[in-house]
């Protein structure tokens, strides 16, 4: 009889368990899919903190899965951001660790108040600068070992150093590793974070992590697999709540907007010409796109980059019509909604001296349906929402990985 009690007590506290602690698993084929799944999953999440950075809510270690690690940019006016994500894969291909190059795309970059090189930026430690004793080529090096032993569980990239973590550091890297896995011909990218920021990071990491991995499996020659990521505190801030919910409350978006394929074959060669080719750009040295020779994929992405420094060196709209009518594939220049230019605007609004053109229009209220969602869980105390999507149950990495040709 005792023993039936313990075992129905144990049976409850499992299910009590289960219920507070599920663990959460949202997947999309592309990334708009995903953030509506997460600010979903977020805005009713019972679990808060108050952190040195802010307080707000968060997810304990949910795990994301992009199928289609192409349509890797939102297609809102909210949250669609190429021009600050290409300019921080730039910084990162770059090896740089220079606050006033990544603030040429970001202004806002942090932290606030300082200038010059940081330590924790992911540069040096992913391209082997030898700045802050960093001189490992990670990528370089992850590429070798999945040519020589294309089923190794090594391809790791480690951002995060035990000297990272050590008392008197301000700050640390988010990332701690990105491993890279080829299953049947697809190469697979698992990211780890130790915290991220679901409002202002992810769609920018997600962006770099999955343009990384595009770059490896050209380099190795097989298909893009899926996109897996992992972040033990995927939190929103209190401060970014209303534009979540002003992104949620901007409808459904285009499921087929992926961008454009990077070409086969190893690009290192390509991706150098094309960080000379940035670095002029943002140093006002290129002015034309008729100054700039690359293949056609990283041309355009030069010419996004161009359309900003236009922007930013207030060159008048000749220079900005003409270099955008030499942009040669129609994601860019047709199918990414006037919107994702404007982010370029907004971008440069922040700094509240330039001179923008049509201001940002999103609105600046709590919409109502958000404010609903808000108070539904502060009384209830349990998440309202059905959120559709999640699943509570681990998944093999190669499922649906056959039927992808990325
Ligand atoms: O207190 P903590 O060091 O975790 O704060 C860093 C903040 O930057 C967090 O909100 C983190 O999620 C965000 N972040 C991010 O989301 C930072 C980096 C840079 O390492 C990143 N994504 N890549």
């Known amino acids: 009889m005792r023993n039936l009690k313990r075992l129905k007590f144990g049976i409850y506290l499992k299910l009590l368990c289960g219920i507070l602690y599920r663990s959460v698993i949202i997947e999309g084929r592309y990334l708009d899919e995903i953030l509506r799944k997460l600010y979903s999953e977020l805005l009713n999440s019972t679990d808060t903190f108050d952190a040195e950075k802010g307080a707000g809510q968060d997810l304990l270690a949910p795990t994301i899965i992009l199928r289609d690690p192409r349509a890797r940019i939102s297609a809102t006016s909210n949250r669609g951001n190429l021009i600050s994500a290409l300019g921080e894969f730039c910084w990162y291909m770059s090896g740089s660790a220079d606050l006033e190059f990544i603030r040429f795309y970001i202004p806002k970059y942090p932290p606030d108040g300082i200038n010059g090189s940081i330590e924790d ?77 679901a409002y202002w990071g992810f769609p920018h990491d997600v962006f770099c992590f999955t343009l990384f991995q595009e770059y490896v499996a050209r380099s190795l020659g097989v298909k893009v697999g899926e996109y897996h990521h992992f972040a033990t505190s995927l939190h929103l801030y209190d401060r970014h709540v209303r534009e979540a919910c002003d992104y949620l409350d901007e409808g459904f978006q285009n499921p087929t907007f992926a961008m454009p394929k990077m070409p086969s074959g190893c690009q290192k060669e390509n991706l150098s010409a094309f960080l000379k080719v940035e670095e002029r750009i943002r140093k006002g040295l290129i002015t ?98 059905p959120v559709v999507g999640y699943r509570s149950a681990s998944r093999p990495i190669t499922v649906g990985a056959r039927s992808m040709a990325v």
């Open 288 to 385: 034309s796109a008729d100054q700039i020779v690359l293949p056609e994929y990283w041309y355009d992405l030069s010419l996004v980059l161009l359309r900003c420094a236009d922007i930013r060196f207030k060159r008048g709209m000749k220079f900005l019509d003409n270099n955008f009518s030499k942009i040669k594939n129609n994601f860019y220049k047709n199918d990414l909604p006037p919107s994702g230019w404007s982010e370029i605007n907004v971008i440069l609004d922040t700094e509240g001296k330039d001179e923008c053109h049509s201001r940002n229009t999103r609105r600046r209220r709590l919409s109502a349906s958000c404010v609903r969602r808000r108070l539904c869980w502060r009384r209830a105390g349990r998440p309202q929402m």
């Open 121 to 197: 930026a992911y540069g040096p430690r992913l391209i082997g600068t030898g700045e802050f004793g960093r001189s490992v080529r990670q990528i370089d090096r992850v590429i070798d070992r999945l040519k020589r032993k294309p089923d190794t569980r090594r391809a790791v990239i480690s951002i995060l150093e035990p000297s990272d973590l050590e008392p008197g550091r301000s700050d640390a890297p988010c990332t701690t590793a990105l491993q890279f896995i080829r299953r049947r011909g697809h190469l697979h990218l698992v990211a780890m974070m130790r915290s991220n920021d």
